[in-house]
């Protein structure tokens, strides 16, 4: 019997609140206090078009979710997680915080997976990796090297469990933010998180997939919020505080909030940063 079928001393035992359950570059945890300033008190459908870790989503655990990113890898791990939280725990339960294990493991070809054991393999590479950082190489393998760490929590069946939860109920699509934007309807209100404007040449990270996030998606994202508020939709949108993203949202309300930066390869690029809030209405 797979481990984690019935087993009441993790179900429903800890009122704790669900929140990502991997760590993700730009991860808005930080910033959730000021992002719900922004929140209509009713919510009718929400939109994430760049869930990433969907630290919003978790916080406020919307009835009608609309959950997308171009990651193939994340969302199958979402949808997972969503439907068969119990094929992957068991499949998690099966790794160990080893460098050859790790490397084994990097290796394989996710497609060629099982389902569950595919979600599995992204979580553990995701908690033991450097920094949790997502990089693949131009063949589209994961590509970021054995983390250090003294005992990284991959299996971690509370939280699993408690996502599991928040996320029954939401439609969890695999699309780039123009796709999945076609869902939202008049009295929507959508949360969108792209990869930030690079504040320096070197300070860019924006390769998520493998597909680069560059100048020309940013113009798109910004007609594409544009053609949001006159369908009557509203949004909050978080980058960077550039000059040309500032005029770029030019007709729209702006905010500059300061959030502490986790997640920069060097030391000197922590501390806190100046970030964009645009928003209608
Ligand atoms: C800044 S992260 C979102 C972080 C998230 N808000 C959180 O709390 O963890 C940006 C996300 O956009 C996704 N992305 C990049 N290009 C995209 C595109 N064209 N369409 C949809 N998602 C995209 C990336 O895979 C990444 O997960």
């Known amino acids: 019997m797979p481990a984690y079928a019935l087993n009441p001393a993790i179900d429903g035992q800890e009122p704790r609140k669900a929140g990502p359950f991997v760590k993700w570059a730009g991860g808005k945890t930080s910033l959730l206090a000021e992002l719900h300033k922004h929140v209509p008190g009713r919510l009718r459908g929400y939109h994430e078009p760049f869930v990433g870790g969907g630290a919003l989503f978790f916080s406020l655990r919307p009835r009608r979710a609309f959950l997308a990113d171009s990651n193939?890898?994340?969302?199958?791990?979402?949808?997972?997680?969503?439907?068969?939280?119990?094929?992957?725990?068991d499949a998690l339960s099966l790794h160990v915080y080893e460098r050859s294990h790790f490397e084994r493991v990097r290796?394989?070809?996710?497609?060629?997976?099982?389902?569950?054991?595919?979600?599995?393999?992204?979580?553990?590479l995701n908690k033991t990796c450097f920094n949790g950082l997502w990089r693949v190489n131009r063949a589209g393998?994961?590509?970021?090297?054995?983390?250090?760490?003294?005992?990284?929590?991959?299996?971690?069946?509370?939280?699993?469990?408690?996502?599991s939860q928040a996320l029954k109920g939401a439609q969890i699509q695999h699309a780039p933010f123009e796709l999945s934007l076609q869902k939202a309807?008049?009295?929507?209100?959508?949360?969108?998180?792209?990869?930030?404007?690079?504040?320096?040449?070197?300070?860019?990270?924006?390769?998520?997939?493998?597909?680069?996030?560059?100048?020309?998606?940013?113009?798109?994202?910004?007609?594409?919020?544009?053609?949001?508020?006159?369908?009557?939709?509203?949004?909050?949108?978080?980058?960077?505080?550039?000059?040309?993203?500032?005029?770029?949202?030019?007709?729209?309300e702006q905010r500059i909030v300061h959030a502490p930066r986790h997640v920069s390869c060097k030391a000197d690029g922590r501390g806190r940063v100046d970030e964009l809030l645009v928003f209608n209405g």
């Open 141 to 163: 393998r994961f590509n970021v090297p054995f983390g250090r760490y003294k005992a990284p929590t991959f299996l971690d069946p509370g939280a699993l469990i408690r996502a």
């Open 107 to 124: 290796a394989l070809d996710p497609v060629e997976l099982p389902p569950s054991e595919r979600a599995a393999r992204f979580i553990y």
């Open 72 to 89: 193939g890898e994340l969302i199958h791990t979402y949808q997972q997680v969503r439907d068969q939280v119990c094929g992957v725990l």
């Open 185 to 252: 309807r008049p009295g929507d209100f959508v949360y969108l998180d792209p990869p930030y404007d690079p504040v320096s040449a070197t300070a860019s990270f924006t390769s998520y997939t493998q597909d680069s996030f560059g100048w020309e998606d940013q113009e798109r994202l910004a007609a594409a919020c544009a053609a949001l508020n006159r369908r009557g939709v509203r949004f909050l949108l978080s980058n960077s505080a550039t000059d040309r993203v500032r005029r770029l949202y030019r007709g729209f």
